[in-house]
Nanobody, 121 residues
Framework: QVQLVESGGGSVQAGGSLRLSCVASGYTHYMGWFRRQALGEEREGVATIDSDGHTTYAATVQGRFTISKDNANNTLYLQMNSLKPEDTAMYYC?????????????????WGQGTQVTVSS
């Protein structure tokens, strides 16, 4: 069992930055960040990282978001720059033993409780 605890969400104006953090208990080969922009909408994979440090990004965030991991502290980060109102969403830290895909696809095995990000125009 892997537990994931996110922090770092909040409210920011368009063009601003936020950094999300996620502390993980237990090891998985893949970790990432998903978001859900409204209740009832599908969850979108926005960024992933594997144990070798390889990263992938959804086209919607490419060039603005950066995923990274501190292996010593088992902490995952998502640096979000140039935020747009359409980035407003609940952001979830995720983990799985198998590959995690960005975009709309199979959902990972483990999920955090989520942290809200709100971007105002």
């Amino acid at each position: 069992q892997v537990q994931l605890v996110e922090s770092g969400g909040g409210s920011v104006q368009a063009g601003g930055s936020l950094r999300l953090s996620c502390v993980a208990s237990g090891y998985t080969h893949y970790m990432g960040w998903f978001r859900r922009q409204a209740l009832g909408e599908e969850r979108e994979g926005v960024a992933t990282i594997d144990s070798d440090g390889h990263t992938t990004y959804a086209a919607t965030v490419q060039g603005r978001f950066t995923i990274s991991k501190d292996n010593a502290n088992n902490t995952l980060y998502l640096q979000m720059n140039s935020l747009k109102p359409e980035d407003t969403a609940m952001y979830y830290c995720v983990a799985d033993y198998g590959r995690i895909w960005v975009g709309y696809g199979p959902l990972p095995l483990y999920w955090g409780q989520g942290t809200q990000v709100t971007v105002s125009s």
